[in-house]
């Protein structure tokens, strides 16, 4: 930016003692009409900026202040580990909703993650270019698909499917929530999977075909592992995107605060705990405290995904 | 004189760019092979084709023969992962895979079946000294290969193309990407290799060509000008353009 010292010496000796608004002016470096527009856009870009990291502070702020008091005075262990939930009658263990979060995020991880990455070399490197153009439009659209299309989908085609299969009392389980998320997982994983394929080098395929090794072979032994950190960051978005999804999975997992003790059990997740149960908890009880608790818990396992994402990303920018 | 490996009218299109014209060539078994001419005339598709790295791209249209051990290459039996096993290649960019040193060797052999450690650490190390580098990363072969110098990383990609005992080895201006003293090395290693293999090379550089090759083929505008012992070729070229082209007139 222009200092004071760019400023035309005649104005300077002609101007004796600056107004009030040239020397506001002088202070920003404000020279023309053009430096005025320049501070006004740098202006509304900072404040644009601004509300962002501005929401974010205030979020994590407001759960810590309505989540902490609640998990003190329930105790940390109890909490945590307790592993009864009844909100009604004063037991706040929020241990088989911890469990079956990391449970529904691991299944819809293992079965999401390998047809994802599967898509993404099939995309990049094999798939010709209208076979591709098809298929990366049913990924967008799956992309677009709300979250409660999914959920009424899987509870009409997907929940009565797994009780038939399994010849179970109600399909509504911890497996119909895996399904339904491993899907939805899809898109996230497929498209950065896909990206980073794209951008392993041609030099190293070529070393590889050159070598004597087949098209498969070097697309599995030498495009994939040469891809490998922008993989990494897909299966961790997956993760992120499964661990806070609330408004399918409640439809098709039964909405029971069991412990996950089976594929067939009907669960509740941290999720759909607080959005089941934040209409009837009274304003100002340890109950409703507790599930803004819930949400920090949350909030906080989303937080460390977003560090590990951006370990990779740092790591793909060294490499 | 024992040609390996010979072209026999051999034509190659890209779409509608007739990029080779009935190129005739024989290539003697152990010998260095120079390819030379003006850029564009289409040394980097005669080598190419040669162990069919033109496969790959869409629009390519190959007639004529390319004869490999009293085989044409082109021949629907023939296996072209066996092809490029036994005709190695070396491209113009260094490009070692992202992978450790000792990965980047034992490549091309766990991809032909070798899984034993012992065996595979036999190759690696046989290869990195056939390509005259075992002394400089031997203690380091678990480092990644990226870590090297141009020049290194050249002398991997020979070694890593050794490692599956070819036959015949392409070098595609192998060394215009490094340094004088990187070059002068691999021009030795040629030399060298040359007893155990058959080596064709494409180069721009007159001097080069005359260190290295035993003979020597000039092209034009696709077409093989002229080929014949390169002393000869350097010496008394029988075609006036040829003549023009290694003393520099033009091209
Ligand atoms: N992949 C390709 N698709 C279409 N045309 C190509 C392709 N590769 C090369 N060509 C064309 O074929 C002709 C010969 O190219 P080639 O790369 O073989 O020349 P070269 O002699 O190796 O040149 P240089 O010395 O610059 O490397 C050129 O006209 C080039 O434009
Ligand atoms: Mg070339």
Redesign the pocket.
């Known amino acids: 930016m222009a200092d004071m010292s760019s400023m035309p010496e005649q104005e300077k000796k002609a101007e004796g003692k600056p107004s009030a608004m040239t020397r506001f002016k002088n202070r920003f470096g404000l020279h023309s009409a053009r430096d005025v527009v320049e501070f006004i856009v740098h202006t509304l870009f900072f404040l644009c900026g601004f509300v962002a990291v501005a929401c974010v502070l205030f979020i994590s702020a407001y759960l810590v202040i309505s989540g902490l008091p609640a998990i003190l005075e329930i105790g940390v262990t109890d909490f945590l580990l307790g592993e009864v939930w009844d909100g009604r009658n004063g037991e706040y263990g929020i241990l088989p909703f911890i469990l079956t979060s990391l449970a529904g995020t691991a299944g819809a991880i293992l079965i999401g993650v390998p047809i994802g990455v599967l898509t993404a070399m099939f995309l990049a490197k094999v798939a010709n270019n209208k076979v591709a153009a098809v298929i990366r439009s049913a990924v967008s659209l799956l992309a677009g698909i709300p979250s409660v299309v999914y959920g009424l989908v899987g509870m009409m085609v997907l929940v009565p499917a797994i009780r038939e299969l399994f010849g179970l009392a109600s399909g509504s389980s911890l497996l119909a929530a895996i399904v339904v998320l491993s899907i939805m997982i899809l898109p996230s994983i497929i498209n950065v999977a896909e990206t980073s394929l794209r951008a392993v080098p041609k030099e190293y395929e070529e070393a590889s075909l050159a070598l004597g090794a087949t098209h498969i072979e070097t697309i599995f032994r030498v495009s994939l592992p040469a891809a490998r950190s922008g993989v990494a960051t897909a299966i961790v978005l997956g993760i992120g995107r499964a661990i806070g999804e609330a408004m399918a999975i409640i439809m098709v997992s039964g909405n029971v605060a069991n412990m996950p003790t089976s594929l067939f059990t009907s669960v509740r997740f941290l999720t759909t705990a607080i959005a089941s149960e934040m209409n009837y908890a009274t304003v100002g009880s340890l109950w409703r405290d507790a599930l803004f608790s819930i949400g920090l818990v949350l909030f906080l396992f989303i937080m460390l995904i977003n560090v590990i994402l951006n370990v990779f990303i740092k790591n793909k920018k060294e490499d | 004189m024992d040609a390996i490996l010979k072209t026999e009218h051999l034509n190659l299109w890209?779409?509608d760019?007739h990029?080779l014209k009935d190129v005739t060539l024989e290539m003697p078994e152990h010998q260095v092979t120079a390819l030379i001419?003006?850029?564009?005339?289409?040394?980097?598709?005669?080598l190419k084709t040669l162990d069919r790295m033109n496969d790959l791209?869409p629009g390519v249209r190959i007639e004529g023969k390319v004869i490999y051990r009293n085989q044409n290459i082109f021949d629907p039996q023939v296996d072209v992962t066996w092809l490029r096993r036994h005709v190695g290649m070396v491209f113009q960019k260094p490009n070692p895979f992202p992978m450790s040193i000792y990965d980047n060797i034992a490549y091309g052999p766990r991809t032909h079946g070798i899984r034993g450690k012992k065996e595979l650490d036999q190759i690696v190390e046989k290869s990195l000294r056939g390509a005259a580098i075992w002394d400089e990363v031997k203690d380091r072969l678990k480092k990644s290969a990226l870590s090297l110098s141009g020049g290194q990383q050249q002398r991997i990609c020979i070694a890593r193309a050794l490692a599956v005992e070819p036959d015949v080895l392409l070098m595609d201006?192998a060394t215009s990407a490094l340094d004088p003293i990187s070059t002068s090395k691999i021009e030795d290693l040629i030399a060298d290799l040359k007893k155990t293999y058959t080596i064709v090379i494409?180069t721009?550089n007159m001097q080069q060509a005359t260190r290295v090759s035993d003979r020597c083929a000039f092209?034009l505008h696709?077409e093989l000008v002229e080929s014949g012992e390169t002393e000869q070729i350097f010496s008394v070229p029988k075609d006036k353009r040829t003549e023009d082209y290694i003393t520099g007139r033009f091209g």
Not at chain 2, 39 to 45: A, R
């Open positions: 890209y779409g760019n990029a001419g003006p850029s564009g005339c289409g040394k980097s598709t005669f791209i201006e494409v721009h092209f696709g």
